[in-house]
Each structure stands twice: as C-alpha cells, then as structure tokens.
C-alpha cells in the first residue's frame, strides 16, 4: 500500500529520492513494480484534450481570434513556453536503475524500451518547438555542472531519438487491444512520423545546409512505415459503408481496434471523458474552429476529379459545392442531412452561425448529441496515431526518394480514398499537376504524385493536431496567412436553406429587418462594414461573395516562426542556450 501510493501520487517526485532508498529497492527489484513506475511516462502523451486542441493553429481553419503567435509584436521571448524537463529527469532515473538481476534480462529490456520510446517522444516535441536543444540522457543532481551546458545540434538530438525508438522496436514485447498503452509498432509508426519530419525538414529547409543527410532520413521513414503494415497486423477500418467508416475512427467508446494504433481512450466507468462537444459547439469556451473555402475546395469530387475543375465551382451555394465529394467531407463538416440528437428528437442540424464563421462547421471529433455540448461529458475515445498516417508517412516518403511505384500508390492513397467512397483516380499515380493546388498551397512542387499526397494528407489527418508540423516541415508557413474565407453568398438580404431540406436557415443582412418581416428559425448574420456600435464587423464579404473573418486584424508570417523562441525566463538563468534566429 505505501509503495502504490508514493509511486501513483508522486511518481514524478521520484527523482528527487536518493537511489539507495528502500523505495528504490523495491520498484526495480520486480516487475510489478518497473510496469508501476513506467505508468508514469504515459503522463508524456497528449490527453484527450490535447488531441481535440490540435490545430487550434493551422492554416485551413478561422477561429474566434489571430493567435498571438501570429500577430506582429504580440509574440516573443517573454510569452514562449515548454522549457520544461521534469519529465525527462523521471525517464533517465529509470533507465540507470532498471538493472536489477533479480529482474529477467529480457523484461528489463522491455521496460526500458519504454522508457527510451518516451524519452523519444519528449524529445520530438522538443525538437519540433525549439530546433537545437541539449541531449540528456542521465540523471542530474542539482550541482551537476551539465546543467548549464548550451545546446546539442538537431543532428545529435535526431539521431539519439532514432536511436532510442530502435532500441523500443526491438525490445518492447507488450500487445495491447485497448490502443493505449504502447508497443513495438507504436514505436515503429511514431519513427516513421519523426524520420518523416525531420527528412522533409532538412529537404526544404536549405538554410540549415542538412538536404544531404534528408534521403537517408526519408529512407528510415519508409522502412519503419513498410514495417506496420506488413507485420502490425492494422488495416483500415472499412465496417459500416463509405459514409459512416471514417467517422467512427473518432466519435467511438472503443478505438476501433484495426486502425486505431493508439488513442486517448475513456472510461465512464472511470469518470474519464473529455470535452470534445463543449469545444467544438460552444460559442464561448472553445476556438470556434471552421474550414476555410479555400481548403474545402481540395476535396475531390466523388469521380476522383478536381472540384476546382468544375465550371462555376467558385458561385455554387453552400447546399450544391457540398454535393458528390469525397464522402470524408460529410463526416468532417456538417451538411446535407446531418443530425444530432436533441433531448428525444434526432433533428436537422445544419451550420450553426453562432459558432461558425465561414459555414464550414466540424462536426469529426464531436458526438451527435446535443446533451454533451457543456462540460467534459464525451464517451468517444480520440485518435493519436492511426494507421492511415503511417500509410501517408510511407507514401510521401516514398514519393519524396523519387521511388513511388503505381502499386504503393494503391496501397496507400487508393485505399485511403476508395474508402472514402471515391471511385476514379485511385489504382495508379497521377501523371497530371493539379493547378488548384500549385497555385494556392505548394507552387514549387511540380510532382503530381506529390501533390496528390499533401492532398490528401490534410483531408484524411484534419484536426488531427498534424497540420502546423506540415506547415513547418514543407517550409510552407505563407500559408498562415490567407484570408480566412467562407461559403459563397448569392444574394444579400436573402435567407438561405443551407441543407436543402426546404427550411430557411441563415440570413447575411446589410440593414436588419423589422422584427415583424424576419423568418422565424432564421438567424440573421450583419455583413455591414460596422456593426451598430460603430465598431469594425469582422465578418462581412469579399470580392467574389464569399464570406470573410477577421480580415481587420493583420497575421504576417515571418521566417523565424519555423521555431519557437527560447523562453526569457529560461535563458536568463543559462544564457548559454542562447536565442533562435530572429528573436
């Protein structure tokens, strides 16, 4: 009793405990107690809401305000986070003292795979945030002289976390049917994620001078992909018909075990869920995330062509554009005839325009139940690694070597989209650069393959919390900044049927009408350059009738957002971390 509740209510104090204690004699003598203890690493993994936060930041989503991050002078040294190594301090006394012999060899080995999988984790994170940080792999007194030590080069920093998801792919021994714990493939998809990032980083990124050490990386990425999907035993989930498969990934109690590879998973037995509806349908607690018409506008019609090739598609009303497309969107956005519960009627739900401000309102990681929209009440568990990325990480990899053959393309982008319901275009590589995307997402590629792969990567992973590493990695950051546009409006001072269910839904008003002559059910939106206050209307239409938010505030993308700025506070007291260029 006394060592389950030091270890489960202090287990990241451990490391301040003398490693000759009785405590510590006891935790490493068994395997009860290393698998006790290596239950603290998992505090490491984002939770729930980490995952449903995600692309809080991301370039094809408005929300209710520019991020600070974004503004020009609103971000700097002084507002930055995630200086923070405790977690680390906790991995590296595990991996010194997991050395008992009273312990078998091998489930020593497991347990520090573990370890060493979590250690490459936080490390990831770190990387990704800061670039250049310190590699520590030992355990720290506080007079250790290291502790001031500048920092290690990426280079180092990626090779030891490749090094340590090796050493977890090869020694965790563990299986798991729930998706949350972690094992040898967790370990293997997470490896392609990271090789995957940082080979495309230093592709792209030329300033660093690495773009001959990328193939090499690219080349792990594919090998750790190729590994999940020939012996992972995972597929794509495809119960329940082109129109429901891709959804239940994320609105389910159970991970849906085939393709789910890890998950934030809850428990109501436990009183664990998390607060999915409250974000995404509040009009005060969440971000009020919506899809901009600019990335809605890459859904493929369901024939496999281009909607960006229909004649007229730019002035197609909200009801006709969603129409025939990659049945991913219907289970991504709310339209056609989605519906919630509400008490003990299943109604018509279609956009919202108390949440949303472009029309395109997620509807992907919530649950159909209006019951759910205040508080932590969710019963889904969230996705944190699926196998539809390590068959994306593996394909762009492969497409990135100049390897990509028409059979990985079938494997990988075609299953993806015939699971989606789309029936042309998904056997074979593309042999044509689609110009929609050259032109407003990536005008230096020229690979169709390419192309089609980005595509789809942010259709299949949306809000996914994957899309601003994209960003980063691609050296795409200009994307931050475009208009955060909506659906097309034909006609001001005319209520729409956004659905067509034959119901009025939504009005966008240059001068209010009486309260007499408004149509009950609708709600009515101001589109007048100032609201009656006199204020600035951050809502209003643009040139070609679509409608537009926050356009007032200005966000401008500068080169050293590509990494966060050290934290003030952090560099005061080593200033031997120095500061990331440009801040």
Known sequence: MLLSGIIITGCKKLDQLPQDSALNSTVFSSEAGLQLYANSFYDILPDAGAMVRGDAMADYAARTSVPDFLRPGAFGPRQSSGWEWAGLRNINYFIENCNRPSVPLATRQNYIGLARFFRAWFYFDKLRRFGDVPWINKTMKIDDPALYNGRDKRTLVVDSIIADLDYAGQYINSTDKTRSLITKYVAYAFKSRVCLFEGTFRKYHDEYGLQSSAEGLLTKAAEAAQKVITEGGFALNTTGGTDKTYRALFNSQAPVASEVILAAVVDPALGVFNDSNWYWTSATYGDRLSFIRTFVNTYLNIDGTPFTDKPGYKTMPFAEEVKGRDMRLQQTIRMGNYTRLNGATQQIAPPVFSYT??????????????????????????????????????????????????????????????????????????????????????????????LEIRRERGIELAFEGLRFSDIIRWKRGELMDQTWNGFYVPKVDVPMDLNDDGVLDVCFYTVLPAKENQVAGVTYVSIAATLSNGTPNPERLNSDNELTWLTTVQRKWDDKFYLYPIPEKDRLQNPKIGQNPGW
Not at 394 to 404: F, G, P, Q, V
Not at 420 to 426: D, V, W
């Open 357 to 450: 401000y472009t029309g395109y309102q997620p509807i992907k990681l919530t649950q159909d139940d209006a019951s759910m929209d205040g508080g932590s009440r969710n019963t889904n568990s969230i996705p944190v690694m699926r196998y539809a990325e390590v068959l994306l990480n593996y394909a762009e990899a492969k497409a990135e070597l100049n390897t990509l053959t028409d059979g990985d393309w079938n494997q990988t982008i075609g299953a993806l989209r015939r699971r989606a319901g789309i029936t042309g275009n998904t056997g074979t590589k593309p042999t044509v650069a689609d110009q929609y995307l050259k032109t407003n997402y990536f005008p230096a590629i020229s690979d169709p393959s390419l």
